[in-house]
């Protein structure tokens, strides 16, 4: 089906039955992943673009007003170095990630497990955020990592 508003809508509702959490307005594009979902929660008006990717195994919470870029990757885990058999079969670590209301998330960024991004930011294209710190003033974080470039509200 088209991404249009009213089916992005309608996908939302239909994962919305076994998340977390997911408030209104939640829009999906056709081709996002979204992997272990009962671990998800999303607030009002958030939206996920084509091409991205949540991996939820370590718990993800999106607050409102969120827009998820073309291509994102927002993973809560990671694997371990394990001997013989590299990071195939390391042991999985979880750690929740928060993106924080009213924030925008650029084409093809990545956020990493135990992420904390500030509300009302924007992570630059191409950006990989990987902060536990929160209370951070609004600002635009570009670059790997992503850094503060400069404040967005005085």
């Known amino acids: ?64 007003n969120v827009l998820i870029g073309p291509g994102v990757v927002v993973s809560s885990d990671n694997h371990t170095f394990e001997g013989d058999t590299g990071y195939r079969f390391g042991k999985v670590v979880f750690g929740e990630v928060i993106i924080g209301q009213g924030s925008w998330i650029c084409a093809n960024s990545v956020i990493t497990k135990g992420a904390c991004f500030p509300e009302f930011s924007i992570l630059g294209p191409c950006s990989v955020y990987n902060q536990k710190l929160q209370g951070n003033k609004p600002s635009l974080y570009s670059g790997i990592p992503a850094k503060p470039i400069k404040p967005l509200i005085s």
């Open 1 to 64: 089906l088209p991404d249009i508003p009213l089916i992005m809508r309608l996908r939302g509702r239909l994962y919305s039955f076994v998340m977390k959490r997911s408030g209104s307005n939640f829009q999906v594009s056709h081709s996002a992943i979204l992997n272990s979902i009962s671990e998800l929660a999303v607030g009002d008006n958030v939206y996920i673009a084509n091409g991205s990717s949540l991996l939820c195994g370590g718990g993800i919470i999106v607050l409102d």
